[in-house]
């Protein structure tokens, strides 16, 4: 079941870039890639995209390190063959591999509450596919491990077919591959978990790209006030074109930032989304939401031992605090509705878009995030 056009055998020589080890820069290798198993997809990667994620496990700070590896999670690609019992793709098929899945069977999954399905929930540490415990990748003969259940960086990758989101054939693939991961995680916390009313003011904390996609939620929900919070200045301009309408540096006040946000919104907001996995952030973006109504969302990621106090008469006065995953959405069910928004130029993906380079030149993508200067570079894969 291959896609026209493609004459090679059952497990193709194609070309990925691969990390031999921690913080070294990737490297363009001829990699082989075997043919899907039960439940499982392989398909062509046409454009990819450099997330914070695979940054930091590149990097390989505070986890275990597995090498070699290759990295990618935000994606889109076609469908080129399918394995034993998939149903609902066929080659041709288009589809956005999430670094996340939906099994659709477990609790979870027949939950409308969540969507952190039990089978194939993120994990950073397994390198191989669930079906036999082994990678679908290798170099003469030696295993080139899997990330996330993804692995975009390469022209060809396996997907447990749980992972793969069919969407629009008609949706750019070169604008929608930033669905996979960032993007939808910040949009989904304001709009599937904080839900400002129109009319609302929300505080950002952290205007990265997923903060700046939350920016973008509260402008979609019609926030009146959208207030951005950074210790990085710079980012205060492009901010703007999310729709944020004001700006807070904490290192500009001498009180904690949750008062001065308090001070400017009569009491505080009515809901705030936390994207930067800072501990002081998390308290700070709970703390300056408004009593009996205000709600605060944290989205990042904090290191594996930290923790954080709050009095507990910040919930006794009503305050509510709440966290989510990838914004609460299921990936197969709820991401084609998110490219329709997309289509329905009801949200805008362009400005996220800073820069775009080939995968010969991947590690510039690299650079850029590292300086601190792209949102999102698009990696074109041929």
Same mark, same amino acid.
């Given at each position: 079941?291959?896609?026209?056009?493609?004459?090679?055998?059952?497990?193709?020589?194609?070309?990925?870039?691969?990390?031999?080890?921690?913080?070294?820069?990737?490297?363009?290798?001829?990699?082989?890639?075997?043919?899907?198993?039960?439940?499982?997809?392989?398909?062509?990667?046409?454009?990819?995209?450099?997330?914070?994620?695979?940054?930091?496990?590149?990097?390989?700070?505070?986890?275990?390190?597995?090498?070699?590896?290759?990295? %990618?999670?935000? @994606?889109?690609?076609? /469908?080129?063959?399918?394995?034993? &019992?998939? +149903?609902?793709?066929?080659? $041709?098929?288009?589809?956005?591999?999430?670094?996340?899945?939906?099994?659709?069977?477990?609790?979870?999954?027949?939950?409308?509450?969540?969507?952190?399905?039990?089978?194939?929930?993120?994990?950073?540490?397994?390198?191989?596919?669930?079906?036999?415990?082994?990678?679908?990748?290798?170099?003469?003969?030696?295993?080139?491990?899997?990330?996330?259940?993804?692995?975009?960086?390469?022209?060809?990758?396996?997907?447990?077919?749980?992972?793969?989101?069919?969407?629009?054939?008609?949706?750019?693939?070169?604008?929608?591959?930033?669905?996979?991961?960032?993007?939808?995680? %910040?949009?989904? @916390?304001?709009?599937? /978990?904080?839900?400002?009313?129109? &009319?609302? +003011?929300?505080?950002?904390? $952290?205007?990265?790209?997923?903060?700046?996609?939350?920016?973008?939620?509260?402008?979609?929900?019609?926030?009146?006030?959208?207030?951005?919070?950074?210790?990085?200045?710079?980012?205060?301009?492009?901010?703007?074109?999310?729709?944020?309408?004001?700006?807070?540096?904490?290192?500009?006040?001498?009180?904690?930032?949750?008062?001065?946000?308090?001070?400017?919104?009569?009491?505080?907001?009515?809901?705030?989304?936390?994207?930067?996995?800072?501990?002081?952030?998390?308290?700070?973006?709970?703390?300056?939401?408004?009593?009996?109504?205000?709600?605060?969302?944290?989205? %990042?990621?904090?290191?594996?031992?930290?923790?954080?106090?709050?009095?507990?008469?910040?919930?006794?006065?009503?305050?509510?605090?709440?966290?989510?995953?990838?914004?609460?959405?299921?990936?197969?069910?709820?991401?084609?509705?998110?490219?329709?928004?997309?289509?329905?130029?009801?949200?805008?993906?362009?400005?996220?878009?800073?820069?775009?380079?080939?995968?010969?030149?991947?590690?510039?993508?690299?650079?850029?995030?590292?300086?601190?200067?792209?949102?999102?570079?698009?990696?074109?894969?041929?």
């Amino acid at each position: 079941m291959l896609l026209s056009g493609l004459s090679w055998g059952s497990s193709p020589c194609i070309v990925a870039a691969v990390a031999w080890e921690a913080g070294k820069p990737l490297v363009i290798e001829e990699v082989e890639v075997a043919p899907p198993q039960a439940n499982e997809v392989r398909l062509k990667v046409l454009y990819t995209a450099l997330c914070h994620t695979d940054v930091y496990f590149w990097e390989a700070k505070g986890q275990t390190p597995v090498f070699p590896r290759i990295f %990618g999670h935000e @994606a889109a690609g076609i /469908v080129e063959s399918v394995g034993e &019992g998939v +149903t609902g793709l066929v080659p $041709g098929d288009h589809v956005l591999p999430v670094f996340t899945g939906e099994c659709k069977e477990c609790r979870h999954c027949k939950s409308k509450e969540s969507n952190m399905c039990d089978l194939l929930r993120i994990n950073t540490d397994r390198g191989v596919m669930l079906n036999d415990g082994q990678s679908r990748f290798s170099i003469k003969g030696k295993p080139i491990y899997h990330f996330v259940g993804t692995s975009t960086f390469s022209e060809y990758t396996v997907v447990h077919v749980g992972c793969l989101a069919k969407i629009n054939p008609a949706a750019p693939l070169d604008k929608v591959c930033i669905l996979s991961c960032g993007v939808s995680t %910040g949009l989904g @916390a304001t709009l599937n /978990v904080a839900k400002p009313a129109k &009319g609302s +003011t929300v505080a950002i904390f $952290g205007l990265g790209a997923v903060g700046l996609s939350a920016a973008e939620g509260a402008r979609i929900a019609g926030a009146s006030r959208i207030i951005g919070v950074d210790l990085n200045p710079k980012r205060f301009h492009e901010a703007k074109k999310f729709g944020v309408t004001e700006f807070v540096n904490p290192k500009d006040y001498d009180k904690p930032v949750q008062q001065v946000i308090a001070d400017m919104t009569n009491g505080g907001v009515d809901r705030s989304v936390e994207c930067t996995g800072n501990i002081n952030a998390m308290i700070s973006a709970f703390e300056c939401v408004h009593d009996g109504w205000g709600v605060a969302v944290l989205v %990042g990621v904090p290191n594996k031992d930290d923790s954080f106090k709050s009095h507990p008469m910040n919930f006794l006065n009503e305050r509510t605090l709440k966290g989510t995953f990838f914004g609460n959405y299921k990936p197969r069910t709820d991401l084609p509705e998110v490219v329709e928004m997309y289509m329905r130029k009801e949200l805008e993906l362009e400005k996220f878009i800073t820069h775009e380079v080939t995968l010969s030149d991947i590690n510039k993508a690299f650079d850029y995030m590292l300086n601190g200067e792209s949102l999102r570079c698009i990696i074109k894969m041929e």
